[in-house]
């Protein structure tokens, strides 16, 4: 039987995709990134919106970063003004505090795989040195 969606499932979803258009058309503001809205969790009683954001750059960013730092101020102080568009856009009653959070997952992920591809490359290595040793 499939899988029923709560209401806060719902709403976080539309927020998600409402977000990723307000930001990427209605911020003007050029200290703000590239912009990506990996995930947004609703609390049960809609008081709060977590948005996890990550940040397209060529290098590896963590949340201390000036740049990560800048556009999470950019969207902290942009946040009344995507919470009365959310509001206007979703037709909700009460819409949640938008608390806005960088996704640590991204970069933890492109580490961790960076790491796998070392031990495989290491080990194809130490496989292929066994294999020339053998051979005279």
Known sequence: MPREFTR??????QIQRELAQL?????????LGMVNISEV??????????????????EELTEESPEVQQSLEV????????????????RLRVVPELRFRFDRLAGQSRHME?????????????????GDGGED
């Open 41 to 58: 969790r609703v609390t049960r009683d809609f008081g709060y919106a977590d948005i996890y954001i990550t940040l397209l750059s060529t």
């Open 23 to 31: 930001i990427q058309r209605e911020v003007k503001d050029p200290r």
């Open 75 to 90: 969207l902290r102080r942009a946040s009344g003004f995507l919470r009365g568009h959310l509001g206007r856009s979703m």
């Open 114 to 130: 960076s790491l796998i591809r070392q031990a495989v490359e290491s080990d194809r290595q130490k496989h292929d040195d066994e």
């Open 8 to 13: 806060a499932e719902r709403i976080a979803d």
